[in-house]
Nanobody, 123 residues
Framework: QVQLVESGGGVVQAGGSLRLSCAASGRTFSNYAMGWFRQAPGKEREFVAAIGRWGVPTTYANSVKGRFTISRDNAKNTLSLQVNSLNPEDTAVYYC????????????????WGQGTQVTVSS
């Protein structure tokens, strides 16, 4: 079992930035590829970014490429997502997920999820 807890969400004006964190506990963090997903009201959970077990590779959704940066610190069992140049379309609950094997943009391939952190971007 892997337990994941997200933090760092909040309300921010358009153009602002946040740093989301995901703290992992349980099994060895470096055994898992990690991903960030988001879900807006009435919409399906969508891929944001993913990172391999040792920090590579990293992949991003086209909608966030160049604005968001995913990273991990295996010594601290922490996953991060730096989100810059936010716009109202980024408003959603952001979730981190863990999966055995390589990176994936498919949420059904993730084994463990956190409870999510809300990001709200005002115009």
């Amino acid at each position: 079992q892997v337990q994941l807890v997200e933090s760092g969400g909040g309300v921010v004006q358009a153009g602002g930035s946040l740093r989301l964190s995901c703290a992992a506990s349980g099994r060895t963090f470096s055994n898992y590829a990690m991903g960030w997903f988001r879900q807006a009201p009435g919409k399906e959970r969508e891929f944001v970014a993913a990172i391999g077990r040792w920090g590579v590779p990293t992949t991003y959704a086209n909608s966030v490429k160049g604005r968001f940066t995913i990273s991990r610190d295996n010594a601290k069992n922490t996953l991060s997502l730096q989100v810059n140049s936010l716009n109202p379309e980024d408003t959603a609950v952001y979730y981190c997920g863990a999966r055995s094997g390589g990176t994936s943009d498919n949420p059904t391939e993730y084994n463990y999820w956190g409870q999510g952190t809300q990001v709200t971007v005002s115009s």
